[in-house]
């Protein structure tokens, strides 16, 4: 326990003195007379804090967070939205606005309208293609009256137009 103690003493006053430091070659040295009980307990708490943080500042990850974005879809006089999550399907959606190949939205049906307001349903994990079965193809109110087991569970409206594309 002592050991563990003299761990943490060692990794609050590393993150304390020398802020975030991601070098993996910082030699770090033992603090005497740690206290057991109530002192451990306070900084595994605060090493358990502070670690995310730590692992996401030394991260490959770029600084800033990653650009979400509202797409507005027309299929046959309907409209319905989606939220992309990533820069790939943002670039993909920009892609099948301009006339891409891959312009057919085709997404996991799920229930709860998020950003796709009018609907008691929205779609996850959006991908544009260029193909697609028939299943899934028809118009956001098919899938309103059939619910979440509408072609199979996605759908992928073959004649799908990108409208808008509003980034966070």
């Not at 943080?53 to 939205?81: H, K, L």
């Not at 606005?97 to 796709?116: H, L, T």
Request: net charge negative; proline share 4%; aromatic share 6%.
């Amino acid at each position: 326990m002592r050991h563990l103690a003299t761990t943490i003493d060692t990794i609050v006053l590393w993150i304390s003195n020398d802020g975030f430091l991601c070098d993996e070659n910082v030699t770090m040295s033992n603090s005497a007379g740690a206290k057991l009980g109530a002192d451990v307990r306070r900084r595994l708490l605060v090493v358990g804090l502070a670690l995310p943080i730590v692992a996401f500042a030394c991260s490959d990850n770029p600084a800033s967070p990653s650009q979400t974005a509202i797409v507005t879809i027309g299929v046959a006089g309907e409209t319905f939205r989606v939220r992309l999550l990533d820069e790939k399907q943002i670039e993909a959606a920009r892609a099948a606005q301009a006339g891409g190949a891959a312009r057919i939205p085709n997404g996991r049906i799920v229930a709860g309208a998020s950003v796709n307001t009018g609907w008691s349903w929205h779609l996850e994990g959006v991908e544009f293609v260029e193909a697609a079965i028939e299943l899934c193809d028809g118009r956001p109110s098919d899938v309103e009256r059939q619910g979440m087991g509408f072609g199979g569970g996605r759908f992928c409206p073959w004649s799908a137009q990108v409208l808008s594309i509003s980034t966070d």
